[in-house]
């Protein structure tokens, strides 16, 4: 390598020092934890739970599957770029196989009467089962991954928070969100489904991970959101009351950690960019923990920084491209391909430069792009870790392993060796951990809360039935006794 000119380390120096607000050390790091620690004890209380930002919403998904599970379902998945619908078909003993199609949602769709959005996922559907070739008389259990903040009131009811992501269409929030996919089915007529679960992505992610893997109890999504959900005591969980017989001890709580720092907390850590993008997001103030880890954000951030790098005149000898200050122009996945280019190799980076707007970047120019590149993923790495560090030790286990899926964590480079070694020096050295990345959470995790829902489902018939052949012994046994 060529020996770094004056120019060189300034321009170097600039843009290390411009990105230090990025660079959280372990001490920070672990004032987040009993941060989010702190903020987990609120959502899960009954008394504190009103004004808790991380909810830790109730899942009604109280076990985890046996691996016995069997059955055909059809699922749904909303909640990311894409919209997919899937029939799954679980064979038992951890074997299944899959059709699956996806959709694209018009960007109109979005931002749209939430009724349009709604007949468009059931119009997806209906094309779907279509294919499928379902007899007419069929009907098939669904579960519906959705992945937005829900407060569910059972297994197959849940009403919409807030919209995140991006999304926002107006006359949903506060809605049962299973009855309005209900009645856009019903206004088609078309095709005959029987919705028994709603589920978010991260629950799916958990179960489908622990139909493989007994000690998984955490499932986690670093997406374009972020969010997690994990295997509770229902000791410490007030706000559930359960029914006289429910014996299970246990229950799965979404967390919605995205929302962390909503109350002001993270204020501390938050920087000058992370508030310039909080600014133009439909839901400002909100999912402030989100914005700073998820795939939605990253490129931004990434551009943000490059841009006053540019106007400290440290990178591309200060001359502003047109696309440098676009938004949105530098996309997440810009990240994980100049991270993935070997060390002193430019190729990559400078062909995605040149999409920016630059025909001939320096060497060191590229240098200080993967820096920037690199002080954005690490610090969504280890914000992520050290929440995770906290669920951990809050299950206590002696061994726990969290399902992963989403893009970031998938895609990359050096996503799941910045989680692994930072959770190792933030989690108690007695909780031993491993990461397992998701296959298709959303959609076998959704087949599995279904033979959830169905096995549940069953057990009520079996026990009204019950209660009715009881009560028409005793009303035989009255009426015989009256005649004698
Ligand atoms: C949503 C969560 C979801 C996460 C990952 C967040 O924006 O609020 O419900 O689990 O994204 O998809």
Redesign the pocket.
């Given at each position: 390598m060529s020996q770094e000119t004056d120019l060189e380390l300034n321009n170097r120096n600039t843009v290390h020092e411009i990105c230090k607000p990025f660079v959280l050390d372990d001490d920070t790091l672990r004032k987040i934890k009993d941060l989010f620690l702190n903020d987990i004890k609120m959502g899960l209380c009954k008394a504190t739970n009103y004004k808790a930002v991380v909810k830790c919403w109730i899942t009604y998904v109280q076990s985890l599957p046996s691996g016995c599970e069997t059955g055909k379902f059809l699922a749904l998945d909303l909640?990311?770029t894409n919209f997919r619908v899937l029939c799954i078909y679980l064979e038992g003993q951890a074997n299944f196989h899959m059709d699956f199609e996806v959709y694209e949602i018009p960007e109109k769709l979005l931002v749209g009467p939430g009724r349009d959005l709604f007949d468009h996922i059931a119009e997806c559907l209906a094309k779907f089962i279509k294919t499928l070739g379902v007899k007419k008389d069929e009907e098939l259990p669904l579960g519906f991954t959705?992945?937005?903040?829900?407060k569910q009131n059972g297994l197959d009811k849940g009403d919409l928070v807030?919209w995140?992501?991006g999304f926002n269409c107006p006359g949903v929030v506060g809605r049962d969100v299973v009855e309005l996919l209900r009645e856009a089915i019903d206004r088609r007529g078309d095709i005959n489904v029987d919705i028994t679960a709603i589920l978010?992505?991260?629950t799916g992610t958990l179960m489908s991970c622990a139909w493989k893997n007994r000690n998984c109890k955490i499932g986690l999504?670093?997406?374009?959101?972020?969010?997690?959900?994990y295997l509770e005591q229902l000791k410490y969980v007030s706000t559930y009351e359960p029914e006289a017989d429910n014996r299970v001890p246990t229950m799965i709580i979404?967390c919605?950690w995205?929302?962390f720092g909503d109350s002001g907390s993270l204020e501390f850590v938050r920087t000058k960019y992370d508030k310039e993008i909080d600014d133009v997001t439909h839901n400002r103030c909100h999912?402030l923990f989100?914005k700073m880890v998820?795939g939605m954000y990253l490129g931004e951030l990434v551009r943000k920084l490059m841009l006053d790098c540019c106007k400290a005149g440290a990178l591309f000898k200060g001359n502003e491209s047109e696309q440098l200050n676009k938004e949105n122009t530098f996309k997440t996945k810009f990240i994980s391909q100049i991270e993935e280019e070997k060390r002193g190799t430019y190729v990559i980076t400078k062909a995605i430069l040149e999409m920016m707007g630059y025909k001939n970047p320096t060497d060191s120019d590229c240098e200080n792009v993967r820096y920037i590149c690199e002080c954005v993923s690490r610090r969504s790495a280890h914000m992520v870790a050290t929440n995770l560090a906290c669920l951990i030790d809050r299950i206590g286990d002696p061994y726990v392993v969290v399902g992963i899926d989403?893009s970031v964590y998938r895609y990359h480079p050096h996503y799941h060796d910045l989680l692994m070694q930072k959770i190792r020096c933030l989690a108690r050295p007695e909780h031993k951990f491993d990461l397992m990345l998701s296959e298709d959470g959303s959609g076998r995790g959704a087949a599995l809360v279904a033979a959830v829902a169905a096995r549940i489902k069953s057990k009520e018939m079996e026990k009204s039935e019950h209660k009715r052949s009881r009560m028409l012994r005793r009303s035989e046994a009255r009426k015989s006794n009256k005649i004698s």
């Open positions: 909640g990311g959705f992945s937005f903040p829900l807030a995140t992501k978010n992505d991260t999504i670093v997406g374009t959101g972020s969010n997690a959900c979404n919605e995205g929302a999912q989100e998820a989403g």
